[in-house]
């Protein structure tokens, strides 16, 4: 059996890259058993009336892994096949994510197991608000903060904002990030994950002598992530050679037209017939000869099915568990530099963490002000993870988990248990 057909992959993979991290650290067995399960964990069942009056009960989550380092936070997702061992998986790569960037939040996550696109707009707003009364007894400024996810964005956040606020009486703008700018949300939103992306990139080219001018990129999933992942790698003088959606992909030697490409995703919501671009399979584009590889899709998309067919020297996970573990160590096998997704999409969790600041403060920062911190934040942050890897002589994964652990350990340690 593959990994990405192991059952609860996931989750056991995350829990996986903690052990590893753990035995390295030295880690007191106590302090282990109490990172590798959540803290609290919420399953919620209820009803929602769609526009023809029929009724379903849907399902839901929200879990807390760590919370010693500040209140919750993690992304809402609206996905078919969502289970609790994947949320699970994200609230625990939060906590890393948030350690890593040293930002004073702990990991969360949660969703709906729904396809959102057989909803209505009514049905989408009635199921989001009543999925926030339900999970509200979490939830505050000061306790758990949502943010976008998978099939969530802007306005999900803008109605979950708006349960909370009704429920309280008064606005809470900081309740949630990832709103729209007009009730409290921040600049520099769109760009934010793709921003981090490119400057744990700059360094992980820079680190082999690789120019980021004229390298060869090919990028696995074009939503909203992979489309500005591949505006900031043109932007810095990248060429993106391939794109794939989740169905098929294209290719143009010469480059493609970005601005072109995303026009047509939004056009047809799909990449097939992208004009000037030659049809390929997902799997061609994965297997490209190119410079640097840019999962940007959902997770698990390489794995030890596919992972020796990867060319390129770089893999960047701008994507949650996009490399599973199998992937991951044959990758490190043949040289691939892998940069993990706990760094590589870290700028989505920087950015909520400064729409939160501005919304408790109701002070805005400007662009440049969001793109310098941004940047100063990510920088810090991979060359900490850069001297990890050098100084304990591991690949970034093991090096990004090692500085992540650490840090909420020694938080932990230093709050004690109680009682």
Request: glycine share 10%; with cysteine.
């Amino acid at each position: 059996m593959s990994d990405a057909a192991t059952p609860n992959g996931i989750w056991s993979n995350a829990q996986g890259e903690l052990d590893e991290a753990a035995e390295r650290l030295h880690l007191d067995d106590g302090m282990h058993r109490v990172l590798r399960v959540p803290k609290r964990e919420l399953t919620v069942r209820f009803p929602v009336t769609h526009d023809d009056g029929r009724v379903d009960v849907y399902t839901g989550y929200r879990v807390h892994h760590n919370v010693n380092l500040g209140p919750a936070s993690g992304g809402i997702r609206y996905v078919g096949n969502l289970d609790l061992d994947e949320v699970r998986a994200l609230a625990m790569l939060n906590t890393w994510k948030a350690a890593l960037v040293q930002i004073p939040f702990g990991g969360a996550a949660g969703g709906v197991q729904v396809n959102p696109r057989r909803l209505s707009e009514n049905e989408r707003q009635g199921l989001t608000r009543r999925y926030t009364t339900e999970i509200g007894i979490l939830l505050g400024p000061e306790k758990d903060i949502p943010s976008p996810d998978v099939n969530t964005g802007s306005q999900t956040m803008a109605w979950m904002m708006d349960t909370l606020s009704m429920h309280q009486g008064h606005t809470v703008a900081a309740s949630v990030t990832g709103k729209p700018m007009a009730i409290g949300g921040t600049r520099g939103r769109r760009s934010a994950t793709a921003r981090g992306a490119l400057r744990c990139i700059l360094a992980a080219a820079g680190a082999m002598d690789l120019p980021l001018e004229g390298a060869r990129v090919a990028i696995q999933g074009f939503g909203r992530v992979g489309m500005t992942v591949a505006e900031e790698l043109t932007a810095a003088g990248a060429v993106v050679v391939a794109i794939a959606d989740d169905r098929v992909g294209v290719t143009n030697a010469g480059g493609i037209d970005i601005p072109r490409a995303i026009e047509w995703m939004r056009e047809h919501d799909a990449i097939a017939g992208l004009p000037g671009a030659e049809a390929c399979t997902r799997a061609e584009v994965l297997a490209l000869d190119c410079d640097i590889l840019v999962p940007a899709g959902l997770q698990g998309v390489l794995t030890d099915g596919n992972a020796d067919a990867v060319r390129a020297r770089i893999v960047a996970e701008a994507a949650n568990g996009a490399t599973t573990a199998a992937a991951d160590a044959a990758l490190a096998d043949r040289g691939i530099t892998v940069i993990p997704d706990i760094i590589c999409t870290a700028g989505g969790t920087v950015l909520g963490y400064f729409e939160w600041v501005q919304d408790m403060q109701a002070f805005s920062w400007t662009d440049a002000e969001i793109t310098a911190q941004l940047d100063r934040v990510v920088d810090e942050a991979m060359a900490n993870v850069q001297a990890m890897a050098s100084g304990e002589d591991v690949d970034l994964r093991a090096a990004a988990m090692m500085v992540a652990v650490a840090r909420v350990a020694q938080g932990t340690t230093m709050r004690g248990l109680y009682p």
